[in-house]
């Protein structure tokens, strides 16, 4: 496994022999050094240094695209809370100066990124998964679809943030322009699974799902209104379901800094008592 030290309070450090288990710390402690591994089918993990195995969190980026600095970021930050965070780079296309295409998407493929992640070296326990807009859809409609079939590899806990509660069509990144409505394709279909398109507008049955969920949203979202998660939180209480909600007043789409670090600090603790 290839390991290469990228963070410790801003110096860059050799890490250590890799010798015990880790159990998440509490985000209010010093945060372990951060490292980078070569995971699965050459993707990069961000993992705490000198720590043998953690449990893990695949990340789903928006319609930022794979190549983005989002997911990487709260990867970082939770691989400083002591989880093995692996983004996984799921639009078509693109580099780090473009987003790439949400079209078609094979969902199967995350479910096999989550079980490769699950298996790896280096990873102990369960598995979480993480979403932010695109990638917040995309994580809710994976494991609704993963919790209608009985699936076994069912993630351990799901945290998303200004995710939809339907299916929204696919995203074309050559469309871009400020008005985020113009860059959605109406003719295209976001994701597939077992090979077959989904079709937009349906509702993402998460209530399937009878895991740990971690529901967040800005109050002022221009693109994906609040609304959004209100009428996913009220699907998942009708159906018995207990999910963890945070509304953000004042924000939009993205957080400021303030409300940033305190979103940070709820996932780490979320992630710390489901997934440890």
Known sequence: MNRRS???GGA?????????????RDPTVSPYPVETRTGPRGSTHYAPAGIASAPAVLLLHGSEGGNSRWSHVTAI??????FVAAPFPYSRGGNIHHA???VEVELDETAEALRLLRAHEGVSGAVGLWGISRGAEHALLLTSLMASEGDTDLPGAVAVHAPSDVIVPGFVAAHYVPN???????SKPAWRWRGTPL????????ERYAGPLLLGHGEEDPVWPADRTRRLEARLRAAGRTP???YYPGEGHGLRPAAANLDRARLSAFFRRHLA
């Open 199 to 206: 079709e937009s507008g349906t509702p993402i049955e998460v």
């Open 77 to 82: 930050f939770l691989a400083t809370q002591g």
């Open 12 to 24: 860059a450090l050799t890490a250590p022999n890799l010798s015990h288990a880790s159990t998440p």
């Open 244 to 246: 963890e909600v945070h």
């Open 6 to 8: 990228i963070l410790a």
């Open 100 to 102: 790439g295409d949400i």
């Open 180 to 186: 985020y409505r113009s860059r959605v394709d109406l």
